[in-house]
């Protein structure tokens, strides 16, 4: 793989993680922003929707972190060695 | 119990606590500064600190006092609203990890300028850049130094002046002696502390509603009715939630404290590794936070904490008393303390960053100063921003500061975050381009703060505020990204162009 190909692989991944972490975000500052009674509603004694969907925020960023990391390490820096080891490019 | 709180009283748990960090932390120095003889050493750590340990910095120059006592006395106040913050501030730290953090330990060497002005004409980005860090540092510095002076007035019994003096002398010395080696470790130190006292306080609160969080939200909408439940008076219209939500967000991606902290670790899988810890470390305190807000609504009482400060502010402290009386009041206090001291030293390691590497080695000595003077020129800057952070904490007694924080995000968000991220994945970016979009984002987003209901109506009392919003991310970011497409593609740089290749090698592979 080139370094180039690389390079476009990364930007992709990180483009779409990216999109959807604000997509998640901003999903739920709307909701916050257009329909405080939906947000409202009590799914169990003590438990709202609204409270429910901000801690399910905050896996979201955990899990897109965890996703990219694994890709990362696994994928990435393998390539980008093999890419140092072919020697340095002309 | 409000009338029994010993809160604003000499506390002697509190001060011995609070003694032994600065012992402890003084001794971390000594043994830093040992190890601090290179310019490398005194702004990157020698870049030896590990993806674990810079997480734990990461998390503890971020958490700052605003977020552990502002937060929790938000949710204490009025419920639910505190997670829109909370949230805001953890979504920013995958987009730091997605689109900045790698590229930012393989292209630069102290300041996130060293990035933006990588394949650029070095002095006109370097002094555009440089002063966008710095208005981020200096209005982060105030709204810290504003904070710790009243805190510590309401939790030490100590007098405003005092508290700033202390606190910028203790500072002072971590970063003058111990440069970054010294900084980490003591976010590391204050990392574990109040994530550990958080979680202490959390385990507290739980054990009285059967360790379920639900028994005790359950038992705040019982007292104060279910609107603690749900969105309340913070988000007044749709606008307003996506500026604040745009500033928070990518913010984080623009703060010079944040950003430096990646050239400590050795490479960019390091890089990569630390924000892996620091999502984990800061969403858990998030979370903790929201229940210490709710312990202290349902067990200290909404009166209570509002009698003691008007924002909210001691609502985790007053939790504590109640919870394990004067001694974890005095624990909770001197963690508080610990923290701001963290964050600040952070902050005035950036600015003085940003003034001898960026100011005066690259642009007045165009990168040719010795070593010696590298080093001494840091020094010397470290001082010039200690007794800025001392005379801003002194000249803003007794301002209403809350505000400051939320333009410090949105400057960096307007200013810098567009900079960045376009110098490194847009090969068509100009000097033009990156000099107009931190000055139009910088002044955009200072300009209409000015305008905003927060400064006209809240402090000048104003009937009406010119700019309708409270956070100006939302016109302000895109302005910047705008005017740098603009004024990059107006004025092509073929030079800047074909530099983008070598670029985008070192990006990927790392130094050569």
């Known amino acids: ?90 | 119990m409000n009338s029994a709180s010993l809160l604003g009283t000499p506390n002697p748990t509190a001060i011995g606590f609070f003694l032994s960090f600065v012992a402890l932390t003084l001794v971390i120095t000594w043994w830093a500064a040992r190890h601090t003889r290179t310019t490398e050493e005194f702004f990157a750590a020698g870049r030896r600190i590990s993806g674990r340990q810079n997480g734990f910095a990461l998390a503890g120059d971020y958490m700052s006092a605003a977020s552990f006592l502002g937060i929790a006395g938000l949710v204490s106040t009025s419920g639910f609203d505190g997670l829109i913050y909370s949230t805001g501030w953890l979504v920013g730290w995958p987009v730091v990890l997605f689109l900045i953090a790698e590229p930012l330990r393989n292209l630069g060497r102290y300041t996130f300028t060293d990035v933006v002005s990588f394949r650029l004409r070095q002095r006109p980005v370097r002094i555009a850049a440089a002063i966008g860090a710095l208005a981020v540092v200096s209005l982060y510095l105030i709204a810290q130094m504003v904070g710790a002076g009243n805190l510590i007035k309401l939790m030490f019994g100590l007098s405003y002046e005092t508290a700033i003096v202390i606190v910028g002398a203790v500072m002072l010395a971590y970063v003058l002696f111990g440069g970054m080696i010294a900084t980490t470790w003591v976010q590391i130190v204050k990392a574990a502390l109040l994530l550990g006292g958080a979680a202490l306080l959390a385990l507290l609160v739980l054990a009285q509603f059967g360790f379920n969080p639900l028994r005790l939200f359950a038992a705040a909408a019982g007292r104060y009715g279910a609107g603690v439940l749900a969105p309340g008076k913070l988000i007044s219209s749709p606008w307003e939630a996506v500026s604040l939500g745009l500033a928070l967000m990518f913010g984080t991606a623009g703060l010079p404290h944040i950003l430096m902290r990646f050239y400590t670790v050795p490479d960019a899988r390091a890089a990569r590794q630390s924000v892996f810890w620091a999502t984990g470390l800061i969403g858990c305190f998030y979370l903790l936070t929201f229940v210490l807000g709710f312990g202290a609504m349902v067990l200290v009482g909404h009166d209570a904490i509002v009698a003691v400060d008007k924002g909210g502010n001691m609502a985790a402290p007053l939790l504590a008393e109640v919870l394990g009386g004067k001694a974890l009041l005095g624990f909770i206090a001197a963690v508080a303390f610990a923290t701001i001291l963290a964050v600040v030293a952070g902050l005035t390691l950036s600015g003085a960053a940003a003034l001898s590497h960026d100011l005066w080695v690259s642009v007045v000595r165009r990168g040719e100063a010795p070593h010696e003077e590298q080093l001494k020129v840091a020094r010397m800057a470290s001082v010039l921003l200690g007794v800025l952070a001392v005379a801003l904490g002194l000249l803003f007694k007794g301002q209403n500061v809350a505000f400051m924080v939320g333009l410090a995000f949105a400057l960096a968000a307007s200013g810098n975050f567009p900079a960045l991220v376009l110098s490194v994945y847009w090969p068509r970016f100009t000097t033009g381009g990156a000099v107009a979009a931190i000055v139009t984002g910088t002044v955009t987003a200072a300009v209409l703060i000015c305008f905003s209901p927060t400064v006209q109506v809240d402090i000048l009392h104003h009937e009406h505020a010119w700019f309708p919003l409270k956070n100006p991310a939302l016109v302000s970011m895109p302005l910047a990204f705008a005017v740098a497409v603009l004024v990059s593609l107006a004025a092509p740089e073929p030079a800047a162009r074909a530099a983008y290749a070598a670029k985008e090698q070192r990006m990927i592979l790392g130094e050569p």
């Open chain 1, 1 to 90: 793989m080139t370094l180039g190909l690389l390079s476009r692989q990364r930007w992709r991944i990180a483009t779409a993680l990216s999109a959807v972490m604000t997509l998640v975000y901003f999903g739920f500052v709307l909701l916050v922003a257009f329909d405080k009674p939906l947000l409202a509603t009590l799914i169990a004694p003590g438990l709202s929707l609204g409270v429910l969907l901000g801690a399910l925020v905050i896996l979201a960023a955990w899990i897109l972190t965890w996703y990219y990391v694994r890709w990362a390490n696994a994928h990435l820096d393998r390539r980008v060695s093999e890419i140092r080891a072919a020697g340095p490019p002309a």
